[in-house]
């Protein structure tokens, strides 16, 4: 089993930046992949970012040049430095693990980016 939980949400101005963090917990070794996804309202689940064994990172085209995901191995866990905010940034933002395909999520963390 693999715990997750997110920390680092809140309000922010359009321009500002906020650092999501999410801590893994568990009887695992290692993860083979750990990211983030969002779901504002109305809408389905999106993959913001991802990184891979290996260092290997996925953006969203949207996200691209303004996030950067980081990953602390011996801390099992994974960071969204999220600059320059716009408001359609807003959403529930999920931490997401794979081990063996399975997939785990933690309970998310609101962002909300006014204008």
């Known amino acids: 089993q693999v715990q997750l939980v997110e920390s680092g949400g809140g309000l922010v101005q359009a321009g500002g930046s906020l650092r999501l963090s999410c801590a893994a917990s568990?009887?695992?070794?290692?993860?083979?992949?750990m990211g983030w996804y969002r779901q504002a309202p109305g809408n389905q689940r999106e993959l913001v970012a991802v990184?891979?064994?290996?260092?290997?990172?996925n953006y969203a085209d949207s996200v691209k040049g303004r996030f950067t995901i980081s990953r602390d191995n011996a801390k099992n866990t994974v960071y969204l430095q999220m600059n320059s905010l716009k408001p359609e940034d807003t959403a529930v933002y999920y931490c997401?693990?794979?081990?063996?395909?399975?997939?785990?999520w933690g309970q998310g963390t609101q962002v909300t980016v006014s204008s």
């Open positions: 568990g009887s695992f070794i290692r993860l083979d992949s």
């Open positions: 997401n693990a794979y081990r063996f395909n399975h997939p785990y």
């Open positions: 990184m891979r064994t290996g260092g290997v990172t």
